[in-house]
Nanobody, 121 residues
Framework: QVQLVESGGGLVQAGGSLRLSCAAS????????MGWYRQAPGKQRELVAT???????TYADSVKGRFTISRDNAKNTVYLQMNSLKLEDTAVYYC???????????????WGQGTQVTVSS
């Protein structure tokens, strides 16, 4: 079993900041890419940012320059620092991790339960 536990969501005013965290735990051999996705009401889930085990990052155009993804490989934890938040950033944010449970096992995609981020005017 692998669990992804997210924290750090909440209510913030436009222009403010929040930091999300997601820790992977359980039977883990290695964690490959980790990332954050979000889903707003009535919309499809979309990629926010990803980071490889070597710390190569990608960002959605809508968050470039405002959000920063990072990770602590020793803790199997990924972070999302969100600055200059906008109303349109309001969504449920989901953590994602590609995990090998054993050296011989194929990598498997896991998801967190989601954390609500609400940006108010």
């Amino acid at each position: 079993q692998v669990q992804l536990v997210e924290s750090g969501g909440g209510l913030v005013q436009a222009g403010g900041s929040l930091r999300l965290s997601c820790a992977a735990s359980g039977s883990i051999f290695s964690v490959n890419a980790m990332g954050w996705y979000r889903q707003a009401p009535g919309k499809q889930r979309e990629l926010v940012a990803t980071i490889t085990s070597g710390s190569t990052t990608t960002y959605a155009d809508s968050v470039k320059g405002r959000f920063t993804i990072s990770r602590d490989n020793a803790k199997n934890t990924v972070y999302l620092q969100m600055n200059s938040l906008k109303l349109e950033d309001t969504a449920v944010y989901y953590c994602n991790a590609v995990v090998k449970r054993y050296s011989w096992a194929p990598p498997v995609n896991y998801w967190g339960q989601g954390t609500q981020v609400t940006v108010s005017s």
